[in-house]
């Protein structure tokens, strides 16, 4: 197999005004970059690591630059070639004691990836835990969601890891880096890319225009698309202990394996997509876990949904190529398979609707948004959400009354990844989760990650609002055994049913007999 590579011809040298978005809108309490935690067999030494790393780089022009500002933000800032860098800035040894518990790992995990990435140097770390219990490393790999979004960021792990536990040798090839360019080229560079962009977008309404009705039809089209999503927005969605306040810097995390196979037998049983699926597991385990009861009015919840919206010929680009979509879900138990039908019922009036196309579309918009006037805006809202998160400390009961229950609930993200094992000099991966950003008042957020045959959840939580993300991952477990039951059932005349084979238990049955007591004031309505 030949080797993989990130080609440099595809890789932008400015940021678009997407990937600058998560610059401009980073916090201390929200920093916006992405991640995953890999398990390997056996321990991988540091010396191996860096070694790996070495022969990788050349492969990974990315890797060894950094982003240059330009000054007073006239232009986005550019990538160029780090003089500084340094691989052990980058790949970083955390020795744990003999035998650490999976909780003791996450906990020394979130303490590192809780902190922003230095803005100074290339926007990526991997951090080796060795200690861990079965004599097995795990590595942490936090990039900056600028730099890559979860298809990208996909794209880079396969790189850098290998299809096989023997392959070809490599040498890592010299790099001498480039200058970094003077004030005087900055700022000549950043006035040029900005009048190509303004040429650019005039083109393309030229030859959009060209065709007017058929211009007209796709406004009108997309305004009321917008129009519609900017209501939906402004509804209530379901009071949730998570969105009950602002966002502290502290993380925590829980994860689920699934097996791929039994996830595609659901589908197959009764319809809907593998995202359906996912879906109807997350939305039932979120209503199970605030507790309302069955048939009390309540608002949605409404679950922001990143959709990939690159084409075949941008792979390898890197940067973000996302839209959402925003599907409104039952907030109170029900029977999974029924609220497996309501979900593809949803997402598929989603689609025929246009909405995340037209999202699409008016985000592409926004690069016509002068940088400096996006950082400024962003900065006030930043620094501003850092000023409540601190005084949330001494008034919390004004945080609570912030924080209130509009736009969404969580960010659910699906993240397609390898089939086939991955090693990394000569071990291999067995297991593989994503970790996403929080801020705001979003207090969790759930990676969903594809790899070696099996789905893969975490649950991200930020503990001042949601300490317990091991109980959501219990409840969603739940449903997803409930599925699997109930598709061997939908499969297996009645006849010949083993007896261990009946409808979900939560089928027909009260909240009380459900979960026991509510979650603590979540009981009634906006409580």
């Not at 006030?380 to 008034?395: E, H, K, P």
């Amino acid at each position: 197999m030949p080797e993989k590579s990130i080609p440099t011809k595809k890789l932008s040298h400015r940021l678009t005004g997407q990937d600058a978005s998560f610059i401009y809108g980073e916090s201390r309490n929200g920093p916006l970059h992405i991640g995953s935690l890999s398990f390997f067999e056996d321990q991988i030494t540091y010396p191996e690591l860096i070694r790996h790393f070495e022969s990788k780089l050349h492969l990974l022009p990315r890797y060894r630059q950094r982003l240059l500002p330009v000054p007073f933000n006239f232009n986005h800032a550019t990538f160029e070639d780090d003089p500084d860098f340094t691989i052990e800035n980058h790949v970083k040894f955390h020795q744990l004691a003999a035998n650490t518990s999976e909780a003791q790992l996450i906990e020394a995990a979130m303490a590192v990836f809780r902190k922003p990435l230095d803005l100074n140097r290339p926007l990526w770390e991997a951090h080796l835990f060795n200690g861990f219990k079965g004599n097995r490393s795990v590595i942490m790999w936090p990039v900056h969601h600028c730099l890559v979004d979860g298809v990208s960021g996909m794209e880079l792990l396969n790189v850098v890891l290998d299809f096989r536990p023997d392959p070809p040798a490599t040498e890592s090839e010299p790099w001498s880096p480039k200058p970094l360019p003077g004030l005087l080229r900055q700022v000549i560079d950043a006035t040029l890319d900005r009048a190509q962009a303004q040429l650019d977008s005039m083109r393309r309404l030229s030859q959009v225009a060209s065709n007017f009705r058929s211009l007209v039809k796709d406004l009108g089209s997309d305004a009321g698309t917008l129009a519609r999503l900017a209501l939906q927005m402004m509804r209530p969605i379901a009071a949730a202990p998570w969105n009950a306040g602002l966002v502290s810097q502290e993380r925590t995390l829980a994860w689920l394996r699934t097996s791929f196979a039994d996830v595609r037998a659901i589908r197959a049983a009764f319809g809907g997509t593998i995202n359906d699926v996912v879906l109807t597991m997350l939305s039932e385990g979120a209503a199970r876990y605030l507790g309302y009861d069955r048939g009390q009015p309540s608002a949605p919840l409404r679950i922001g949904c990143p959709v990939n919206v690159r084409h075949d010929d941008e792979s390898g680009s890197l940067g973000n190529r996302v839209s959402m979509m925003f599907p409104e879900l039952p907030a109170e138990p029900m029977d999974p398979v029924a609220r497996l039908k309501l979900v593809a019922a949803e997402t598929q009036r989603i689609k025929e609707a246009g909405e995340p196309q037209a999202l699409e579309r008016l985000m592409g918009n926004g690069e016509s948004i002068s940088p400096a006037l996006a950082a400024m805006l962003a900065g006030i809202a930043t620094a501003a959400m850092d000023t409540a998160v601190s005084l949330q400390r001494i008034f919390p009961s004004w945080a609570r009354r912030a924080a209130q229950p509009l736009g969404l609930s969580f960010i659910a993200t699906n993240v397609p990844g390898s089939q086939v094992p991955l090693y990394l000099a000569g071990h291999r991966m067995v297991d593989y989760i994503g970790l996403l950003p929080l801020g705001g008042n979003l207090g969790f957020g759930v990676t969903i990650v594809s790899y070696n045959q099996d789905l893969y959840f975490t649950m991200m939580a930020a503990p001042n609002l949601m300490p317990d993300p091991d109980r959501m991952k219990s409840l969603v477990e739940q449903v997803f055994e409930e599925l699997k039951r109930a598709a061997v059932a939908q499969s297996v005349p009645a006849a010949v049913q083993p007896p261990d084979v009946k409808r979900p238990k939560y089928a027909g049955m009260p909240l009380a007999s459900i979960n026991g007591s509510p979650h603590p004031g979540m009981a009634t309505k906006g409580a």
